[in-house]
């Protein structure tokens, strides 16, 4: 079982950064695909990021000058840094695990198979 736990959303002015965490926990696999995914109200889910344990990394095109998914190396968190924040940016954002296949197939956009509860992001005018 793998426990993921996001943090740092919260209210941020249109043009501004946030920068969220996910801890991941438990028994996490050496080979790992770790995602961040993003829903607002009333629209369907989307992939954002994904970090692969071989190196790697993969965004959703329209999000990849804005975002940059990195790993702490000494602990098993990952980060979302988001800059240029845009009222279309506003969502519940989640973390998510699985195998490595997962980021090296480009499918880790359709869901992973642990998720963490989501941190809110809201973006003001």
């Known amino acids: 079982q793998v426990k993921l736990v996001e943090s740092g959303g919260g209210s941020v002015q249109a043009g501004g950064s946030l920068r969220l965490s996910c801890a991941a926990s438990?028994?996490?696999?050496?080979?790992?695909?770790i995602a961040w995914f993003r829903q607002a109200p009333g629209k369907e889910r989307e992939g954002v990021a994904a970090a692969g344990s071989d190196g790697k990394r993969g965004y959703t095109t329209s999000m990849e000058a804005r975002f940059t998914i990195s790993k702490d190396n000494a602990e098993n968190t990952w980060y979302l840094q988001m800059n240029s924040l845009q009222l279309e940016d506003s969502a519940t954002y989640y973390c998510?695990?699985?195998?490595?296949?997962?980021?090296?197939?480009?499918?880790?956009?359709?869901?992973?198979?642990?998720w963490g509860k989501g941190t809110l992001v809201t973006i003001g005018s």
């Open positions: 998510a695990a699985g195998e490595v296949i997962r980021c090296v197939s480009g499918s880790w956009k359709s869901g992973l198979d642990y």
């Open positions: 438990g028994n996490i696999a050496s080979t790992y695909c």
